[in-house]
């Protein structure tokens, strides 16, 4: 009599072979997940970078952080404007310098992101928590 189907050691090392596969592949995974994210906040911190220069350009000044009304949401993200370089007793819009911050929500999958905070400035310099983030 043939018997029809697996044994079950034929079974464990077919999970063996599918755990070892997932044990290797999830980390990668996440960090695909954890990229794609980080172009999400990438892409906003830029727009809000052009929506600042234009209001430069219109203003001569960058607003105040209070004033600036702008500030994109995302979930796994926190962002925050300061204006800089204003001078004492200046006006709204009289600010020189600026820096766009993206910050890692606590809970998010970005919070074990290599990259952590993301900056843009007002000549376009980015920045990070570590090289090769943008």
Known sequence: ???????LLELLIAAAIVSIIG??????????VRDG????AQQELLKTAVILERLYSRNGGYPDSDKFEAIPTL?????KYEHKNKPNGGANFTSREFLLTASPKSGSIQVSDRCGALTIN????????ANDCW
């Open 122 to 129: 007002h000549i376009g310099t980015q920045g990070a928590d």
């Open 1 to 7: 009599m043939k018997n029809k189907g697996f044994s």
């Open 37 to 40: 994210v980080r172009s999400e």
């Open 75 to 79: 979930e796994n993200y926190t962002f």
């Open 23 to 32: 044990v290797l592949a999830y980390p990668s995974y996440l960090e695909a």
